[in-house]
């Protein structure tokens, strides 16, 4: 690990490991991730992509080792003050996560009302990133009567609505056609030029690869064994 | 978030559960309709009985040595007790004659009688006429005077009813817990339910930074409405009944007994909404804590 890199890190893992029973989802991982970078996670199915990003925003506790987020040690984190910090990051999932029974407008508007911003700021801002993402004109319709790379677009939207540092994304072209990934990664693509942190945990490196400039680290049985550049 | 914002999300899930919502809020109405209709009955027969007593009226009867010459003796004794609103002197003639009166169709049998059977005696109205305990000792006290034969206050059939009206009482109060605690299961099932038909809601909520406040809020809030609207329906379908029976009642007994039936007081409306609003929230309460244990 670089000393002077490290100082500067927004996100450090210590020897990480995760157990779920006998298995080893995370094997003494450690990392250190500079705030802006844009970091691919690959690796083969059951690598451990996806339990990487759950200890981040503490779906899951780290059985051993240590987290730490702007120098914020995630051990430590209260259950008062984890809402905090899940407000720092944006998340987009596979299977989108977007409530049913609330329309795009207010899937998107619900990160800023859990945050107590005015009503007024919210309508403003939602309206402003469903422009960007090119969902506007559906802001009143239910996600179920949504394609799939439209609600991705509004997993995106959400996820960036708040102005994150950090964006998780979980397998976020899995379910994609071709079309639909390349979209939504230039919206990320072209968010991370804003200056935030990305990761994006996916199989789908031949997209990643022909798209993205960042880091790749892959993962196998839960154990870091490579990081490298990609241009 | 604002009260208003969480009131209005409140609102919009009790539409979008509205099935689930109306069962609650009619169980809690019918519950609370058993409580108000045993409380109005509870009231009203209260203060029959109160009515009854509260005459504090007695009968002493005196011994056949007695003659009227006596009488002032006897007014200054009983007055000496203390306790006596109001004194009349009833003698054996007059007596008689109220009998003969009452009982105008057996005039022969009186004609038979070769003197008055009747004993003077004196009608009195007691200060102390709530206290039922008071009546009978200061009843007692009048007994051990000098010249009196007897006195009657109604004491066998009034203590023989109060009893078994306290224990109906008891049976009543027990009814309301009972159908207090049906309500209470209702209303934290009904949240229970809510709560897993929102189980994705509530994990993208916390996933984007809600707080527990932010997530149990708006539940508190259904359960708050439930209880206040169920207690208003239960309230209301009570009072609908009470027009249409105590007119009946008014109607076909008032030929015989006077009776003042009135609905509940505005005190203890309040208080049966109030209870009714507690019991939505308390519902909610324990279904949160149990779930989100």
Same mark, same amino acid.
């Given at each position: 690990?670089?000393?002077?890199?490290?100082?500067?890190?927004?996100?450090?893992?210590?020897?990480?490991?995760?157990?779920?029973?006998?298995?080893?989802?995370?094997?003494?991982?450690?990392?250190?991730?500079?705030?802006?970078?844009?970091?691919?996670?690959?690796?083969?199915?059951?690598?451990?992509?996806?339990?990487?990003?759950?200890?981040?925003?503490?779906?899951?506790?780290?059985? =051993?080792?240590?987290?730490?987020?702007?120098?914020?040690?995630?051990?430590?984190?209260?259950?008062?003050?984890?809402? $905090?910090?899940?407000?720092?990051?944006? /998340?987009?999932?596979?299977?989108?996560?977007?409530?049913?029974?609330?329309?795009?407008?207010?899937?998107?508007?619900?990160?800023?009302?859990?945050?107590?911003?005015?009503?007024?700021?919210?309508?403003?801002?939602?309206?402003?990133?469903?422009?960007?993402?090119?969902? =506007?004109?559906?802001?009143?319709?239910?996600?179920?009567?949504?394609?799939?790379?439209?609600?991705?677009?509004?997993?995106?939207? $959400?996820?960036?609505?708040?102005?994150?540092?950090?964006?998780?994304?979980?397998?976020?072209?899995?379910? !994609?056609?071709?079309?639909?990934?390349?979209?939504?990664?230039?919206?990320?693509?072209?968010?991370?030029?804003?200056?935030?942190?990305?990761?994006?945990?996916?199989?789908? !490196?031949?997209?990643?690869?022909?798209?993205?400039?960042? $880091?790749?680290?892959?993962?196998?049985?839960?154990? !870091?064994?490579?990081?490298?550049?990609?241009? | 978030?604002?009260?208003?914002?969480?009131?209005?999300?409140?609102?919009?899930?009790?539409?979008?559960?509205?099935?689930?919502?109306?069962?609650?809020?009619?169980?809690?109405?019918?519950?609370?309709?058993?409580?108000?209709?045993?409380?109005?009955?509870?009231?009203?027969?209260?203060?029959?009985?109160?009515?009854?007593?509260?005459?504090?009226?007695?009968?002493?009867?005196?011994?056949?040595?007695?003659?009227?010459?006596?009488?002032?003796?006897?007014?200054?004794?009983?007055?000496?007790?203390?306790?006596?609103?109001?004194?009349?002197?009833?003698?054996?003639?007059?007596?008689?004659?109220?009998?003969?009166?009452? /009982?105008?169709?057996?005039?022969?049998?009186?004609?038979?009688?070769?003197?008055?059977?009747?004993?003077?005696?004196?009608?009195?109205? /007691?200060?102390?006429?709530?206290?039922?305990?008071?009546?009978?000792?200061?009843?007692?006290?009048?007994?051990?005077?000098?010249?009196?034969?007897?006195?009657?206050?109604?004491?066998?059939?009034?203590?023989?009813?109060?009893?078994?009206?306290?224990?109906?009482?008891?049976?009543?109060?027990?009814?309301?817990?009972?159908?207090?605690?049906?309500?209470?299961?209702?209303?934290?099932?009904?949240?229970? !339910?809510?709560?897993?038909?929102?189980?994705?809601?509530?994990?993208?909520?916390?996933?984007?930074?809600?707080?527990?406040?932010?997530?149990?809020?708006?539940?508190?809030?259904?359960?708050?409405?439930?209880?206040?609207?169920?207690?208003?329906?239960?309230?209301?379908?009570?009072?609908?009944?009470?027009?249409?029976?105590?007119?009946?009642?008014?109607?076909?007994?008032?030929?015989?007994?006077?009776?003042?039936?009135?609905?509940?007081?505005?005190?203890?409306?309040?208080?049966?909404?109030?209870?009714?609003?507690?019991?939505?929230?308390?519902?909610?309460?324990?279904?949160?804590?149990?779930?989100?244990?």
């Amino acid at each position: 690990m670089n000393l002077d890199s490290s100082k500067q890190a927004i996100i450090r893992l210590f020897n990480v490991t995760k157990r779920y029973g006998a298995k080893l989802a995370l094997n003494d991982v450690s990392v250190d991730i500079q705030p802006g970078e844009f970091i691919f996670i690959s690796g083969p199915s059951g690598a451990g992509k996806s339990t990487l990003l759950k200890v981040l925003y503490l779906a899951e506790k780290v059985s =051993e080792g240590q987290i730490l987020i702007n120098g914020m040690n995630l051990a430590r984190i209260s259950a008062s003050k984890l809402p $905090r910090l899940r407000r720092r990051f944006g /998340m987009v999932f596979q299977d989108f996560k977007l409530i049913p029974g609330r329309t795009v407008y207010e899937n998107v508007a619900l990160v800023l009302e859990v945050a107590g911003e005015k009503p007024s700021y919210i309508r403003k801002k939602v309206m402003h990133v469903l422009r960007t993402t090119g969902m =506007e004109k559906k802001a009143n319709a239910l996600p179920p009567t949504l394609s799939g790379g439209e609600q991705q677009r509004v997993a995106v939207a $959400r996820a960036v609505v708040g102005d994150p540092d950090i964006i998780l994304a979980d397998e976020p072209t899995g379910s !994609l056609d071709q079309a639909s990934a390349r979209l939504v990664l230039d919206f990320l693509m072209a968010y991370h030029q804003k200056g935030a942190t990305i990761l994006v945990a996916s199989h789908n !490196l031949h997209l990643m690869e022909s798209m993205v400039r960042g $880091r790749n680290i892959v993962l196998d049985q839960g154990q !870091l064994v490579k990081t490298s550049t990609m241009l | 978030m604002p009260m208003t914002r969480y009131i209005k999300k409140a609102l919009a899930d009790i539409r979008s559960n509205r099935f689930l919502n109306l069962i609650t809020i009619v169980t809690i109405s019918l519950s609370i309709l058993v409580v108000s209709l045993f409380l109005l009955f509870f009231e009203n027969a209260s203060r029959v009985i109160e009515g009854w007593n509260q005459g504090g009226r007695a009968m002493i009867y005196l011994e056949s040595a007695f003659s009227p010459e006596m009488l002032p003796d006897l007014e200054a004794r009983i007055n000496s007790l203390g306790e006596v609103d109001e004194m009349q002197f009833i003698p054996k003639s007059r007596a008689l004659e109220r009998l003969k009166s009452e /009982m105008s169709s057996h005039t022969g049998f009186f004609d038979t009688l070769k003197q008055n059977p009747l004993p003077h005696a004196l009608e009195i109205r /007691m200060k102390t006429h709530g206290d039922f305990q008071k009546v009978a000792a200061f009843a007692k006290k009048i007994g051990a005077l000098d010249m009196v034969e007897s006195v009657e206050y109604g004491q066998g059939w009034l203590a023989r009813f109060l009893k078994i009206f306290s224990l109906f009482r008891i049976t009543g109060y027990a009814m309301c817990g009972l159908f207090l605690l049906i309500a209470l299961f209702i209303t934290a099932n009904t949240v229970r !339910l809510a709560f897993y038909s929102r189980r994705l809601e509530i994990e993208i909520m916390r996933l984007v930074g809600a707080t527990e406040a932010f997530i149990k809020t708006p539940f508190y809030v259904e359960g708050l409405f439930q209880g206040f609207l169920g207690g208003l329906l239960g309230l209301l379908i009570l009072l609908a009944a009470f027009f249409t029976v105590s007119s009946g009642i008014s109607q076909n007994l008032s030929a015989y007994v006077y009776l003042d039936i009135r609905f509940l007081s505005v005190k203890a409306m309040g208080l049966i909404i109030l209870a009714s609003t507690f019991l939505g929230w308390f519902g909610c309460y324990l279904s949160l804590k149990q779930i989100l244990k």
